[in-house]
Structures are given as C-alpha cells and as structure tokens.
C-alpha cells in the first residue's frame, strides 16, 4: 500500500484551504513519517512541498441504540497530514474528472 491514501475533502479541511490556499490535507499511512509524505506528494502532484505537519486520531468505541438492542462498534484509527506547499503552488484534486 502507498503512502498517500486519500487527500481529505471535508467542510472543514476545505475552510482551511480556502483561508489558507497553499494549505491541503491527507489521509497517509500510519508508519509514513514527515520526509516519506513530502516526497510521495512531490512525486504524485508535481508540487514543491514547504512543509508537512501530521496528527494520529486513535479509534474510538461507538454504539447505538436500536430496536433490537444495542450495536457497538470501533472507529478505526489513522494518521493525518496537512501539507503546506511553497509560494504559487496549488493541487487541482478535480482536473481528471
């Protein structure tokens, strides 16, 4: 498996893009460390990468109640990275569609 997963398009990370537009974030692999993400994302996009901070979520229990009683379930845990990019450098994650 890559080191890149999925970029993160939600309301919030697209917030923080707009505020800040040289500022994208990603789903990465949970070993990948800082210089591995800024070189998969050089490779991958073709853009010269500033910086990269990166957050571990741990999964969570969650559970329900329904009809037929009570379901559990884990949320899995991952790793996150929100890549800076140098001065005049954007990621078009919508061009090939």
Known sequence: MGIIIKPIITEK???ITEKMPNRYGFR??????????KKAIEDMYGV???D?????????RK???TR??????KQS???KAIVTLKDGEAID???NI
């Open 63 to 65: 559970s329900r109640f």
């Open 68 to 73: 037929s009683g009570v379901i559990t379930g």
């Open 93 to 95: 994650f919508f061009s």
């Open 52 to 60: 990269v901070n990166t957050m571990n979520y741990s999964g969570k």
């Open 28 to 37: 990465v692999s949970p070993d990948a460390n800082k210089l591995q993400i």
């Open 48 to 50: 010269a990468v500033a």
């Open 13 to 15: 990370q697209t917030a």
């Open 77 to 79: 845990s991952f790793k």
